[in-house]
């Protein structure tokens, strides 16, 4: 918070009162949620459940990717609740991210036949992963044979 926006806080002649409460502002975000699109009509029932919302100032859909982008003034969490009880729908975040920001992408926990082309499942947890805990000599085994480099192979 700035040193102007304070002092208009301390001046504020709207009649508030002495009780002031200073509300967070909501930040402009963009929030990516994965939700079963099948046809025209789930498209129209998810748009209208969240143009309807405030704070959204967009909504674009991609009904083969099952993904709803949603860019506004809004939390996650509330246009994900929100998307689940008007629709009767299961949403959840977003969970993909491109193959090539996850360093292991088709280890165990991490690869996902349901993810669309390019993307794979975005996973911190360890326990998901087990390579990305994995030793340097436990990558050295696991690259050891390679598909991208066949004259890599140090067993031959």
């Known amino acids: 918070m700035g040193a102007l926006d304070h002092l208009s806080n301390l001046f504020d002649c709207s ?10 502002r909501r930040q402009l975000q963009t929030v990516e949620i994965k939700c079963k699109i099948d046809c025209e009509g789930c498209e129209r029932k998810v748009r209208r459940a969240l143009e309807g919302m405030k ?10 990717q099952h993904k709803v982008t949603v860019v506004g003034y809004v939390e996650p969490d509330k246009v994900v609740n929100r998307v689940a009880r008007r629709t009767g729908k299961r949403a959840e ?3 993909y991210v491109p193959y090539d920001v996850v360093a292991h ?18 996973s911190e947890d360890p326990r998901v992963n087990q390579l990305a805990r994995a030793s340097s000599t436990e990558v050295r085994y696991t690259t050891a044979f390679s598909d991208e480099n066949t004259a890599a192979c140090s067993v031959m």
Do not use: L, N, T
């Open 15 to 24: 009649g508030a009162g002495s009780s002031q409460h200073y509300r967070k």
């Open 55 to 64: 704070g959204v100032q967009s909504v674009d859909i991609q009904p083969k």
């Open 93 to 95: 975040i977003w969970p």
């Open 105 to 122: 992408p088709y280890a165990q926990g991490v690869y996902d036949r349901k993810a669309p082309a390019g993307y794979v499942r975005y």
